[in-house]
């Protein structure tokens, strides 16, 4: 009959096995989700240990008449003990009264030199007390000062960390702003080159070699407004050429855009090179 | 550590768009999971029984006193009785219900037992084949998803690259990572759901091909069971 034993499946089996399979589904994408997101707070939960449970034992009182039997054994032992006690009291209360009255005698003289010395000590304790108070503010008046003193370099040394971040901060600024400039000229020049590189129609006669640069003036609404040529390359068709490249481009609409000082900078006398095999000749 | 920021950060940042895609495939992927445990549990079950009961079945143990020990499990357990063990009871519930009728031909008998087996086989074929075409759905469909998503993505990176006067690769890198997070969460989806439907697919068909097997064995028992008793009345 092992058919109908008890397999483990028997559990897993309830309801169609639903529960454990969306139990497992949910456990894997946690898994997924803990490994993507890696989150450092749940690994601290994760790390946490099970807290140990003491077990704490006594004894349980066993054989109660023995105990009663040892307690009455221990009652009559302290009756006669008492009785003894009683006994020795009233003979040590005789010899103690005649003693005490010596002892009184004693005592009394030796109070009255107590109360000598100590009347001496309070009058040194004093004057003690009086220098040590003196002392203390002294010393208290010193500490102020380089309080004050510490404050003071204190307040100068963060001064002088602010104006440094400051300046640190301003260079940095200096420097992006630079970079941004930069690039915004880059990219404002290769408009230009491009818009320019168009236009240009490039005569039979243009060899390999031959270079021409040009001399361009320019107004911020991006018209030319002159242009000249700064250094022939020997072949006047391909210096016209590049000449009438940049009059016919005309303007630079894009350049409307750049801020002033940028403009002022690097666009108002622009310089182009022409090189034929710029065009893949 | 600073990856992981990422990666929530991403997701965070996401479009609406992507944010819908990434929540329906997460939905999708748990969804099948669910699925391939559920049926992993099932078929496990049905070829453990299909193994347990053949062995059983041909221990040469009395066909009756079979019948009775399953009466009795259903009695104590509340369990329900599956698969090859299904088929039995039914068609032999019905073969000895009908044989009891006076004057029944045996043929009779045999064809209204072939019946009720054809039935019950077409129940137990029915739970093993349940979901799996969800499986298949998942598989094919959740690719597209992610790969929607995707697309959107690297579209709206190039929108917000057109919308810049200086190109750079830093503004359009969080888009397209985001993007490519959505086609890898469906394939996520998808590679488990197709490797699952082709395996219980696989394993729905075996288990099938032996219910068939033990259905046509066990027709052919009865069968002879007819056969020799009409012979003993004419006899």
Redesign the interface.
């Known amino acids: 009959?092992?058919?109908?034993a008890f397999?483990p499946?028997?559990l897993?089996?309830k309801h169609?096995?639903?529960p454990?399979?969306?139990l497992?589904?949910?456990l894997?994408?946690g898994l997924?989700l803990y490994i993507?997101?890696?989150?450092?707070f749940l690994r601290n939960d994760m790390v946490d240990l099970d807290t140990p449970v003491y077990i704490s034992a006594t004894t349980a009182e066993e054989n109660p008449q023995r105990l009663r039997r040892l307690q009455q054994i221990q009652q009559e032992q302290a009756r006669e003990a008492a009785a003894q006690r009683q006994r020795e009291q009233e003979a040590a209360a005789q010899a103690a009264r005649e003693e005490e009255a010596r002892r009184q005698a004693e005592l009394q003289e030796q109070q009255r030199l107590e109360q000598q010395r100590s009347e001496q000590e309070l009058a040194q304790r004093r004057q003690a007390e009086q220098e040590a108070q003196r002392e203390a503010q002294r010393q208290a008046q010193i500490e102020e000062q380089q309080r004050l003193e510490r404050q003071r370099q204190e307040q100068l040394a963060r001064e002088q960390q602010a104006a440094q971040q400051a300046e640190a901060e301003r260079q940095q600024q200096l420097a992006a702003q630079r970079e941004a400039d930069a690039?915004?000229v880059d990219?404002y020049s290769a408009i230009v080159h491009n818009t320019v590189t168009r236009n240009w129609v490039i005569p039979p006669s243009a060899r390999n070699g031959m270079t021409a640069v040009l001399a361009i003036r320019l107004v911020p609404t991006g018209e030319v407004i002159s242009v000249e040529i700064i250094q022939s390359s020997g072949d006047a068709a391909f210096d016209r050429s590049v000449e009438q490249a940049v009059r016919r481009a005309a303007r630079f609409p894009e350049l409307q855009g750049m801020s002033t000082s940028l403009f002022e900078a690097s666009f108002r006398n622009l310089t182009l090179t022409f090189r034929p095999e710029d065009l893949l000749r | 550590m600073g990856e992981s920021m990422n990666i929530w950060s991403m997701i965070i940042g996401a479009t609406l768009i992507g944010k819908l895609v990434m929540f329906s495939l997460f939905v999708l992927s748990i969804l099948s999971w669910v699925i391939i445990v559920q049926k992993w549990i099932i078929i496990k079950d049905a070829e453990k029984e299909v193994f347990n009961f053949e062995k059983l079945f041909w221990s040469g143990m009395d066909l009756s006193q079979l019948f009775r020990d399953g009466t009795n499990k259903l009695k104590k357990e509340d369990v329900s009785i599956i698969g090859m063990e299904n088929l039995f009871r039914s068609g032999f519930k019905e073969f000895t219900r009908l044989r009891q009728q006076p004057g029944i031909d045996s043929d009779a008998v045999m064809e209204g037992s072939q019946r009720a087996m054809r039935v019950a086989l077409a129940r137990e074929e029915r739970v093993l084949e349940r979901h799996l075409p969800i499986l298949a759905t998942v598989g094919s469909v959740s690719v597209y998803i992610g790969l929607f998503g995707t697309v959107w993505g690297i579209m709206m990176a190039f929108f917000d690259l057109a919308a810049q006067s200086q190109a750079s690769l830093a503004v359009v890198a969080p888009g397209i990572a985001e993007a490519l997070f959505a086609t890898e969460m469906g394939l996520f989806a998808a590679i488990p759901a197709v490797l699952a439907f082709n395996r219980y697919s696989a394993s729905v068909n075996s288990i099938t091909d032996s219910y068939y097997t033990f259905m046509d064995e066990f027709s052919s028992i009865l069968h002879r069971q007819a056969h020799t008793r009409r012979q003993e009345k004419t006899a």
């Not at chain 1, 993507?36 to 450092?40: F, K, Q, R, T, V």
């Open positions: 009959m092992t058919m109908f397999h499946m028997a897993l089996l169609e096995g639903y454990p399979a969306v497992a589904a949910i894997i994408h997924l993507i997101l890696d989150n450092p690039r915004a990219t």
